[in-house]
């Protein structure tokens, strides 16, 4: 089932942290178990933000010893940014075990990436100049609670509130997805794609590398994969058309424009709205009702439709 939702500001910022809390926690009852938000800030140009984990929520309940663990595996992470040349200008503990650091780095962006990764148990969320992504287990009002995301400012943002079908009820296995090691480009999808481990081989194949089993993973590495090698996001949307196979609605985000695409037969939601300074998108029209208090007309896209809107 699940749920996902979008909005962009046209030439403008906005409380975009608490307007996409509100989204979602109207789009609970398609996805109880996690909610993920993938939040645009301001980007400078010699700064990247990473988002990153020392462990599960579940795990710390554990007691002592995975505390000790997770102390080791974030002084892991220091000392591995350290080594490649990673100037870490501010840091935050969102919680136990969740970290935002801010940094300069002028060295190869994907080794460091790897090299992280590397630590068992550490985890990044994502990785960029302007994307923030959060996710954890709860509804949107407990996970922004959580990492104080009501006072988030920005441009654009998606995400998903999940209902696990076909994995487990963890931070892992919670969307949104970054596209590693791109920077700023996330999704969110409500589907199944049939086709999902032919085109995960041939994107290995390709040198990509894949953080979980999940099929909204491939779509954001199919995207990146696509822009890395022509440029174009729509161009890339309207190609996933007709090579990812199954029942999709998909919202792609990247530093600064929001796609959306839905596959041929348009068999899961999407409700759009527009005005002259910002575009609200999600599986139901009541998550968009929530942050206008007035009336307002929404309409559907049409099958294999593919809209994108820049910032």
Known sequence: MCGIAGLIYKGKSSDIG?????????LKHRGPDSTGFALYGHPKADQYIMRFK??????????????????E????????????????????????????????????????ADY??????AEILSL???????????????VSAQYGLDDFQGT????????????????????????????DVSVVHNGQLTNYWNNRRALERRGHRFMSNCDSELIAVYL?????????????????????????????ATQDRVGMAKDVMAAKPMVLYESDDLIALASEEVAIRTIFPHEIDTYDPYEGEVRVWQS
Not at 116 to 121: A, M, N, Q, R
Not at 157 to 182: C, K, L, N, Q
């Open 54 to 71: 020392v462990a599960e929520q579940e795990e710390v309940k554990k007691g002592f010893e995975i505390r000790k663990q997770m102390k």
């Open 156 to 183: 654009h943002a998606i995400g998903h509130t999940r209902m696990a079908t076909e994995s487990d009820v963890d931070i892992r296995s919670a969307h949104p997805y970054w596209a590693y090691p791109f920077n």
């Open 224 to 252: 990146a994969d696509s822009m890395d090698r022509d440029g174009d996001l729509e161009e890339s949307m309207h190609r996933s058309i007709s090579e990812l196979d199954g029942v999709f609605t998909y919202v792609v």
């Open 116 to 121: 992280i990764e590397d630590i068992e148990g």
């Open 18 to 26: 608490q307007e996409l809390t509100s989204m979602l926690q109207a």
């Open 73 to 112: 595996r974030k002084a892991a992470v220091d000392a591995r940014m350290a080594e490649m040349g990673a100037k870490v200008e501010a840091q935050e503990q969102a919680t136990d075990y969740a970290y935002r650091y801010v940094f300069s780095f002028d060295g190869d962006l994907r080794r460091l």
């Open 128 to 142: 960029g100049h302007a994307l923030e992504l959060i996710k954890d287990l709860g509804d949107a009002n407990r």
